[in-house]
T-cell receptor, first 115, second 114 residues
Framework: DAGVIQSPRHEVTEMGQEVTLRCKPI?????LFWYRQTMMRGLELLIY????????DSGMPEDRFSAKMPNASFSTLKIQPSEPRDSAVYFC?????????????FGPGTRLLVL | GENVEQHPSTLSVQEGDSAVIKCTYS??????FPWYKQELGKRPQLIID?????GEKKDQRIAVTLNKTAKHFSLHITETQPEDSAVYFC?????????????FGAGTRLAVHP
């Protein structure tokens, strides 16, 4: 298995632009998570899906952030408009089974820089 | 509130020494405690986990202990090697606001010197 796939790996954009991050979970996994990692705030859970349905989006910073999972093999995290404080590494992770029972496998991350 | 505290934030040891990282959590109902290792520029990867029905778990040079009464758990690495150098994150499951979550500690940067 190729593991969790994320694209792009690096993104540099200007403030105000729309940014779309993409994730393909491990085949067969029914949970998908989006995390943000910064030096100041560490690893933060933004949102997670179970069977393509958003379960908990309480970690999404504000309305500029949105996430979708149109099918079991694809999810997007969109930031519109982007701001410099959104600069971070965004990880997607997936697991097979409940959040408190099964390993979460992380993708390689997308390093986002908003100028 | 939802909180996992991790100490120390940095740890420097000589090759061959042991390293211990400690975490405390706030929710007594937490029942799953994974540890992740993140090498520079790489993704976090699970190295060991423990559930609330056991007090200790070992995997070669790595062990994790759990004290549910005190609400803390620790990672022990013996015979450290330079390739153990990385940031280590603990995490705890909790049920909050009607949802299950994994809350991560702030991380410990471990440096193993040859």
């Amino acid at each position: 298995d190729a593991g969790v796939i994320q694209s792009p790996r690096h993104e540099v954009t200007e403030m105000g632009q729309e940014v779309t991050l993409r994730c393909k979970p491990i085949s067969g996994h029914d949970y998908l998570f989006w995390y943000r990692q910064t030096m100041m705030r560490g690893l933060e859970l933004l949102i997670y899906f179970n069977n393509n349905v958003p379960i908990d989006d309480s970690g999404m910073p504000e309305d500029r952030f949105s996430a979708k999972m149109p099918n079991a093999s694809f999810s997007t995290l969109k930031i519109q408009p982007s701001e410099p404080r959104d600069s971070a590494v965004y990880f997607c992770a997936s697991s097979l089974g409940r959040i408190y029972q099964e390993t979460q496998y992380f993708g390689p991350g997308t390093r986002l820089l908003v100028l | 509130g939802e909180n996992v505290e991790q100490h120390p934030s940095t740890l420097s040891v000589q090759e061959g020494d042991s390293a211990v990282i400690k975490c405390t959590y706030s929710d007594s109902a937490s029942n799953y405690f994974p540890w992740y290792k993140q090498e520079l520029g790489k993704r976090p990867q699970l190295i060991i986990d423990i559930r609330s029905n056991v007090g200790e778990k070992k995997d070669q040079r790595i062990a994790v202990t759990l004290n549910k009464t005190a609400k803390h758990f620790s990672l022990h690495i013996t015979e450290t090697q330079p390739e153990d150098s990385a940031v280590y994150f603990c995490a705890a499951h909790l049920f909050s606001g009607g949802y299950n979550k994994l809350i991560f500690g702030a991380g410990t940067r471990l440096a193993v010197h040859p």
